[in-house]
């Protein structure tokens, strides 16, 4: 292969043709801040960003003005969950965020935690990551007030059943707030507050192909949260600071992109997935899948390979061109010292998979532009890699022997 082959569009994604075109004014001659809108050059900048607006508000199906822009997901994770919390600082009460979470909302509900908030965390499925739904109508309290459910997991590529879980616990409360992180989601598959019922949701811009640094916040009209940032007035007192214009402009034009050619995306990454999961089905030996095999994120696959870690698989796979992820590189630095703490596991042993193998998963989101013939030359590199790792793994050494064959 004549190019890197980039299957980790967990991480980021590159900007889509015509994002840099629409930012490219607001870094020249564009360059007025939207507060001064009383000259044509603030003026300018402001109706870039109300534009922007539109089409973010247009992919989640939302008001304009329920769009509050940040700086990125984890800022938008913070508002809301620490926004929340400061809003009712003496009253205390109970949150509730699935094991699957990402370290934004986990961390972000930690903090609260330390200031007297009780929190918990609800169980998944074993290898689907699916929230058990059972588990959460059962650990609702009369004091909770807030409920975090992302809409997938970028790690295993599991699709949660948002809409499922907001019935569940707006049936019991109606005034429990639902924030949904759907940084994984936006801009890969729908992603509708109306019909998924939620109060607040999270997008960030390089997720999908927009540009790094900008992200957005769809509260709910009439959400009542303390602003994290103290300072002027923007973002109608939801979000202090001078807006990054060029960023929110690109993200404006991702979300148009997004939506105009989704059904195109979906289609086109989930045949490269079916392709990319069959092959390594069919000749890699010791192989796991791990997420749901059907409520995922399209062009998504995930897995761990028995005798073989993580890391010098990934590492074996740079050098044939092959850049990929490896699913837990953070979560392995997560793991509680402390029983009582939020934060005691990461995805996978959330999902069962064994502890010594938490460290060595594999996560491959193909993208936009990739092609059948990048997914068969991946695919090609697998056994050979695998032979090299497998004869120098003890582990399968002693296997080996054990069935009386030879190791490698």
Request: charged content about 20%; aromatic content about 6%.
């Given at each position: 292969m004549d190019h890197d082959i980039f299957f980790d569009h967990t991480s980021t994604t590159p900007l889509a043709p015509g994002v840099l075109e629409a930012m490219m004014p607001y870094l020249g001659e564009q360059?007025?801040?939207?507060?001064?809108?009383?000259?044509?050059?603030g003026r300018g900048a402001l109706s870039g960003i109300n534009e922007a607006r539109k089409h973010v508000a247009d992919l989640i199906n939302c008001l304009a003005g329920e769009v509050v822009f940040t700086s990125g997901a984890t800022e938008s994770n913070n508002t809301v969950i620490k926004g929340l919390g400061l809003s009712r600082l003496k009253r205390g009460g109970h949150i509730l965020v699935s094991r699957v979470e990402h370290y934004s909302v986990i961390n972000a509900v930690n903090r609260l935690k330390s200031?007297?908030?009780?929190?918990?965390?609800?169980?998944?499925?074993?290898?689907?990551?699916?929230?058990?739904?059972?588990?959460?109508?059962?650990?609702?309290?009369?004091?909770?007030?807030?409920?975090?459910?992302?809409?997938?997991?970028?790690e295993i590529g599991t699709l949660q059943p948002v809409a499922e879980a907001v019935k569940v616990v707006k049936g019991k409360n109606k005034e429990i707030?639902?924030?949904?992180?759907?940084?994984?989601?936006?801009?890969?598959?729908?992603?509708?507050?109306?019909?998924?019922g939620v109060d607040s949701l999270t997008l960030s811009a390089h997720n999908f192909y927009g540009p790094k640094g900008v992200?957005?916040?769809?509260?709910?009209?009439?959400?009542?949260?303390?602003?994290?940032?103290?300072g002027g007035f923007q973002e109608s007192n939801r979000r202090a600071g001078t807006e990054n214009v060029p960023?929110?402009?690109g993200m404006g034009e991702a979300s148009r992109l997004a939506l105009l050619e989704m059904d195109e995306r979906i289609r086109h990454l989930s045949a490269l997935q079916s392709r990319l999961w069959k092959g390594l089905e069919d000749n890699v030996e010791y192989i796991h899948f791990t997420g749901h095999p059907d409520f995922r994120l399209p062009g998504h696959v995930s897995f761990w390979v028995e005798f073989a870690e993580g890391e010098s698989l990934l590492l074996m796979l740079t050098l044939k061109k092959i850049i990929a992820?490896?699913?837990?590189?953070?979560?392995?630095?997560?793991?509680?010292?402390?029983?009582?703490?939020?934060?005691?596991?990461?995805?996978?042993?959330?999902i069962g998979v064994p502890q010594d193998i938490c460290s060595g998963s594999v996560t491959m989101l193909m993208g936009r532009r990739n092609t059948p013939e990048e997914v068969d030359y991946v695919v090609s590199q697998f056994p050979p890699i695998l032979e090299r790792l497998w004869a120098m793994s003890p582990a399968y050494g002693d296997m080996m022997k054990q069935k009386g064959a030879p190791a490698g």
């Open positions: 360059y007025g801040n939207p507060s001064s809108h009383i000259h044509k050059l200031y007297g908030f009780d929190a918990e965390m609800i169980p998944v499925e074993k290898d689907t990551g699916l929230v058990r739904l059972d588990q959460l109508e059962r650990m609702l309290r009369p004091d909770t007030f807030l409920v975090c459910l992302m809409h997938s997991n970028m707030h639902f924030h949904c992180d759907a940084t994984g989601s936006a801009g890969w598959v729908p992603v509708d507050v109306k019909a998924l992200g957005a916040l769809y509260l709910k009209e009439g959400t009542q949260l303390v602003p994290l940032l103290d960023g929110i402009v992820a490896s699913g837990s590189a953070c979560s392995s630095n997560m793991l509680a010292q402390d029983e009582d703490e939020l934060i005691h596991s990461n995805v996978l042993d959330a």
